[in-house]
């Protein structure tokens, strides 16, 4: 399930979006008082619990501006707002803005928006793939970070930090996101099978990230040899 903090100036008037976005299988976290601590960089490490940022009406122009600023892991990041013309929409993403909707807007529509965002995410994902696999030569480590989310990354790089050694899920969970609740180890599995996936890409059959329950995570041996790093 992918998790959405939705930033606005009075938690209750978005109710609505709230339950929409419920409706569509997201996990949303509305909240005014996050908004105060992410326009300040030094506070935006909250950012990378969410896979999406949804920024309401009630915030004004120049506090979006700031929070695409502040929004250095390159979350998705979607304005509730009046539409907009096409110049407006154009300067608005080259500031980092994937787009807008309306308060307005039907499930249907919203649904239809946000499969936009996973439909992009996976068309990356696949060029990486497509490159990766026209080498003969074993998949680089730059490419394949190139194909990490941020979030992915950083847990990576801790697996390749501990040289094959396991870590614990809550060990990873805690150093990850500060925390180790259910909603948190949640995510993280969510993220590390989108790991795997991605390191299998090149071999398959290969198991270069491995679970054990009893253990945790660690890159195995053949991950090593088998990647530049």
Known sequence: MDSIILLTKNVQSEASLVEKLQVLGYEV????????????????????LFEMIVVSSSVSDDEVKQILKNNHFGISVYRIDALQDDQ???EWKKSGLTDFFSQECTVKDLRELLAKRKKAENLS????????LKRDKPLS??????SLSAKEQQI???LVDLKGRFIQRKDLSERVFGSSNSSCLAQLSQIVNRIRQKINSKNPESSYLITNWGKGYALSESFFLNFRL
């Open 156 to 158: 990576f790089e801790i």
């Open 125 to 132: 994902d696949q060029r990486n793939y497509v490159q990766s």
């Open 141 to 146: 480590f730059e490419l394949f970070l190139n």
């Open 88 to 90: 407006e929409i154009a």
């Open 29 to 48: 976290f509305c909240t005014s008082y996050l908004l105060e601590e992410i326009l300040q960089e030094y506070k935006a490490n909250y950012l990378p």
